[in-house]
């Protein structure tokens, strides 16, 4: 009874959330464009021409916003387990990031490197706290080593954390490998949600 409750709660404050029906009305996959759109606001990390991969890309509206702010002379390179309807500019590949075949295949299709990797992956939820975070950093540190190995010098990642025991440890790796790593929590996040975003610049060479 308390879990259709909770159920229904949800539904309707999806139902009532402005983003969602903005997102509807602009044609945005999801809510979660907003959050892409105001941190690029911010610190203009899409730019016409520009090179960017989209991990945990479903159902896909950070994908769409990249595309956008790209242009047809950009390129977008997206990854998630569950399938994602195709979009205009968008190279779609389906599987698990942790998959080495599916990074290779993601490098093959850059032909270089990118300018920008978006990280919103997040893994199946068990409700146990602990395991989730760890899982959850797992994917960080997964992208962050992409990140060293095909992210121009000058380029940009932007992962989504969660606020936990694992944060102040993913915190300090981005510091060792970036020269410059800010917190940021767009308006579009709900305030119950623990999720926040950071944005680390400018890979540092390994020592």
Known sequence: MARGKSSNQWLQRHVRDPHVRKAQEQGYRSRAAYKLLEI???????????????????????????????????RVVAVDLLDMVPLPGVRFFRGSFLDPGIQESIRQEL????????????PNVSGIASADQARAAELVLAAMEFCRESLKPDGAFLVKVFQGEEFAAIHAELKHTFAAVQTRKPAASREESRETYLLARRLKSRS
Do not use: E
């Open 111 to 122: 032909g270089g490197t990118a300018d920008l990797v978006l990280s919103d992956m997040m």
């Open 40 to 74: 690029d606001a911010r610190d203009r990390l899409l730019r016409p021409g520009g090179t960017v991969v989209d991990l945990g890309a479903a159902p896909g509206s950070w994908s769409q916003v990249a595309a956008q702010k790209v242009g047809p002379t950009g």
